[in-house]
């Protein structure tokens, strides 16, 4: 019988693939763990890539959620699922809901952890300048925030949770995903390479100079991993990035000679006005160089990329808690970042 069975909620995107690659290639670490992947698509690896140990079911956790209620057996619950919608205040109803959806479908299930991840923006990221290094027991902010009524709806449930505030989760393993960072940066960059321009940084001078960081995909699989097992980690949250900080002004030289590109500095461009009209250019960049085909709007969320590149204001947590739990695990961000798009590169998603 093995002793965790985790339910992966989001098991396609960054954060939830990541985990489930990160257990799956480390079976000495997790011996006896068997992961259930819930998707929205019917999916199914082969055997051969699972070992049996990884199991997929399809459910919307809005609607159709009954494969679910059917289970009997989840003891760990991973829940990276996100319902979008057009702003901040509207998101908070359907992603309130998906939590409290997934609890009462596994009502039957002797739930020993419900480890949720959040982010930076519980501490107001997206609002504006907001108290930095940000702790976890910071004030929250006023008005809506989808994080506070998941947290809460975990509180009031009696259930055992964990919140993960990761931030700009960085990572291969989900590259269909278009709210994807590393994709985002080298689609952008390879259309600036074909129109014969530098490496213009398409954010503001501000942005360009702000304190950011980070959190890789794998960190934050090892992260997951740990704290499903930590017991003082009871009704608690935890910072995770990669434990430093980097400005992009400092990076971006680094990204243009990566790519073989010149350095163009700061040329501000409304990414999600401009960009679409390139798509043409990118299908031929797939056809030349023999990429995967990925259209552009598979791998890019232009309005995601002005988000990012546009934050005017420090985004800074402090990771102290969860190293005193035991979690040390660090990462040099800007090398992070190009080890990520060599991979990419080698994997047919970015031309070389």
Request: net charge negative.
């Amino acid at each position: 019988m093995p002793s965790k069975r985790v339910l992966v909620i989001g098991a396609t995107g960054v954060a939830g693939s990541a985990f489930i690659n990160h257990i799956l290639t480390n079976p000495g670490s997790y011996p006896d763990w068997e992961l259930t992947g819930v998707t929205r698509q019917s999916r199914q690896d082969p055997p051969s890539v699972t070992e049996n140990r990884l199991r997929y079911v399809q459910a919307d956790l809005l609607s159709d959620y009954s494969t679910l209620k059917t289970l009997t057996d989840i003891t760990h619950v991973v829940f990276a699922g996100f319902v979008p919608a057009p702003d901040f205040e509207q998101q908070v109803a359907p992603n309130r809901d998906i939590v409290i959806n997934c609890l009462q479908a596994l009502e039957r299930c002797p739930i020993e952890r419900f480890l949720l991840i959040q982010g930076m923006k519980y501490y107001g990221s997206h609002l504006g300048a907001f108290k930095t290094p940000a702790r976890e027991d910071d004030a929250r902010h006023a008005g809506a925030n989808y994080y506070y009524a998941q947290q809460d709806a975990l509180e009031q449930s009696g259930v055992s949770w964990t919140c993960l505030r990761p931030h700009v989760i960085c990572g291969t393993t989900s590259v269909g995903t278009p709210q994807n960072i590393l994709t985002v940066l080298g689609v952008y960059a390879a259309l600036m390479r074909k129109l014969d321009q530098p490496l213009y940084w398409p954010g503001t001078a501000t942005s360009f100079s702000t304190i950011n960081q980070a959190t890789d995909a794998g960190l934050l699989a090892r992260a997951i991993g740990w704290f499903l097992q930590y017991e003082q980690a009871h009704q608690e949250a935890y910072n995770i990035t990669n434990g430093d900080y980097f400005r992009w002004e400092n990076l971006w030289p680094r990204l243009a000679d990566h790519f073989s590109m010149a350095n163009g500095g700061v040329r501000t461009t409304d990414l999600a006005t401009t960009m679409p009209a390139l798509a043409t250019q990118w299908d031929e960049i797939v056809r030349d160089q023999d990429l995967q085909p990925y259209n552009m709007t598979a791998v890019a969320h232009w309005p995601f990329a002005d988000y990012i590149l546009r934050t005017g204001w420090d985004v800074m947590a402090n990771t102290t808690k969860a190293r005193l739990a035991g979690f040390h695990d660090c990462l040099d961000t800007e090398t992070m970042y190009l080890e990520h798009f060599a991979s990419l590169q080698r994997l047919r998603i970015l031309p070389t």
